[in-house]
């Protein structure tokens, strides 16, 4: 399932409330499930656990909430001064803070039919501008701004990124909005752009995460000389002195994601000296008993290690660091990593070792897929059979995690070639929208093996489950999801058919701020798309 900003917001407030302490990252999962029945309850509205547009509307409007965004604002009264500070010490951003390029009222004389019969990237970009201008929460404005101009940068609109930029009250979050502008055009491979524009950002711990992706990009594209000169910068801007809370914490993930994005761009050499230096700073600081600091760094490293498929490196740490913290996490790292090495009876035995049946089920479905990779065929069929049996181990209510666990059996049995089984798990995933993708997937595999009528049935039920998709802009996201998809397999004309349908979802949504969410999509959608689009032309 695609990252929601919808459920990414009401994660932020339930944790706010103190009803939610699970992860943000936008995606569903059993405590926000719970924390949206515990607020349903508490409201007196109908306990039911859905996320929704009239959700979020009534968290932000008709709860506690409405003290709560005051209260942050109190307490960010010092942090807003000081990022105001800081744009203002640069001419290019002290721009940024001009009062006239805020609160815009949206233009009630456009006709954003015009745009929706014949959709251009810039008309799309401007209904979203548009759309975010008539949000009435400054907060949730912001956070519009900041999706659109993460677009525009990805077009290479460097210009009208910033512009949008200037849009944003908040001078916190104009700063981290130039982060990731700079990060945008580094993933996009504009490398002069993202350096350029990591340049003006006038905070140091995100200019250094900008300069992440400019080294990842620099490398990408065989620059490594250009990518020493960067990481020789990102260390120096990560070795300032700090009185920032975690500032050891956020180094050696600063480091170590650094190390993980370089190994899949083509150094892996310099990645595990970046590594092991990280480490060795690491023991100067071990006599500390900050659980913040040393302890949670050791979890981040050891994690890394195993992630860029160092697994010795990662069981030193995990064995021989008595207060290591996360251990359950390095440990699923872990078997992953001994999973890719094919060393299937070291990644069995954590496998083994792990109480929680949500986490076995997972890793079970993934070491079927490493063993499919190694021709182990059979004891892939044996994993997925045993990662059946710990998903009826998983208690009932935690359902994400349930259907979590089907759609990466379904997964892993699709990579086996075993569709009619594939099918049989998407049939069980209760949750619509990850049941969309499952079927989606099954219909595209079945395809490409030349089984047209099962492609086509798949395609139906992947249909079916997506009408069950209460929330238009998750249904808007699962488009365009599928439509980068199709659109990486050279299938143009389905992706604009599949366009067309996300341009109908969104032409029907009155709510601002879902809408603007859901033309920031569409605009990446689109732009991967080919033209002349003679199919868009015939929605209504």
Not at 157 to 171: F, H, L, M, N, Y
């Amino acid at each position: 399932m695609p990252r929601s900003p919808l459920v990414e917001r009401l994660q932020v407030l339930f944790a706010e409330l103190k009803i939610y302490s699970g992860v943000i990252d936008g995606r569903l999962n059993d405590d926000l499930t719970a924390a949206v029945e515990h607020y349903q309850s508490r409201a007196g509205l109908t306990v039911n656990g859905k996320v929704s547009e009239e959700l979020l509307a009534h968290v932000e409007f008709k709860s506690e909430a409405e003290a709560l965004l005051v209260r942050l604002d109190t307490v960010g009264s010092e942090q807003r001064i000081k990022a105001r500070e800081k744009l203002q010490s640069f001419a290019l951003t002290r721009s940024l803070l001009n009062p006239s390029r805020k609160n815009q009222t949206a233009d009630p004389a456009r006709n954003s039919d015009l745009c929706f019969q014949a959709p251009t990237v810039d008309c799309l970009v401007t209904e979203a501008v548009e759309s975010a201008k008539a949000v009435g929460r400054p907060h949730f404005r912001d956070w519009t701004y900041g999706e659109i101009a993460i677009v525009q940068a990805r077009l290479g609109q460097v210009k009208a990124a910033r512009e949008t930029a200037g849009r944003i009250q908040d001078p916190r979050l104009i700063i981290v909005t130039l982060r990731n502008i700079a990060v945008s055009l580094a993933d996009a491979n504009r490398i002069d752009l993202a350096t350029d524009s990591a340049a003006i950002i006038p905070d140091g711990w995100l200019k250094a995460e900008a300069l992440v992706a400019v080294a990842v990009a620099q490398t990408r594209n065989g620059g490594w000389p250009e990518a020493r000169e960067t990481m020789r910068e990102i260390s120096a801007l990560a070795s300032v002195s700090s009185t920032e809370d975690n500032v050891e914490f956020k180094r050696t993930s600063l480091t170590s994601s650094l190390a993980q994005k370089l190994v899949k761009a083509g150094d892996a050499t310099i990645a595990l000296q970046l590594m092991n230096a990280e480490r060795a700073r690491l023991k100067t600081l071990s006599g500390r008993a900050d659980k913040s600091g040393p302890s949670a760094s050791l979890s981040t490293l050891a994690a890394a290690f195993a992630d860029i498929d160092q697994p010795d490196e990662a069981r030193s740490l995990l064995d021989y660091n008595v207060d290591i913290v996360h251990r359950r996490s390095v440990s699923v790292a872990l078997a992953r990593a001994y999973g890719r090495a094919g060393q299937d009876r070291s990644a069995t035995a954590i496998i083994n070792a792990l109480e929680e049946p949500r986490y076995r089920s997972v890793l079970l479905a993934d070491m079927a897929r490493y063993q499919i990779g190694f021709e182990r065929r059979e004891a892939a069929r044996k994993n997925l059979q045993r990662a059946e049996t710990a998903v009826s181990a998983i208690a009932p209510n935690h359902k994400f995690a349930i259907n979590h666990a089907r759609e990466r059996i379904a997964s892993s049995w699709i990579i086996l070639g075993e569709l009619e089984k594939a099918g049989q798990v998407a049939a069980t995933i209760t949750d619509a929208g990850i049941r969309t993708g499952t079927w989606w997937h099954i219909s595209m595999s079945y395809s490409d093996a030349g089984n047209k009528i099962q492609a086509d049935k798949s395609a139906n039920e992947a249909r079916k489950s997506l009408a069950n998709v209460s929330s238009a802009l998750d249904r808007v996201w699962l488009y365009c999801s599928q439509v980068q998809v199709l659109a990486a397999r050279k299938d143009d004309q389905q992706a604009s058919a599949v366009f067309a349908e996300a341009l109908k979802v969104v032409r029907s949504i009155r709510h601002s701020w879902t809408r603007a969410q859901a033309l920031v999509r569409m605009v990446g959608a689109f732009a991967v798309l080919p033209g002349p689009l003679s199919v868009l032309k015939t929605v209504k």
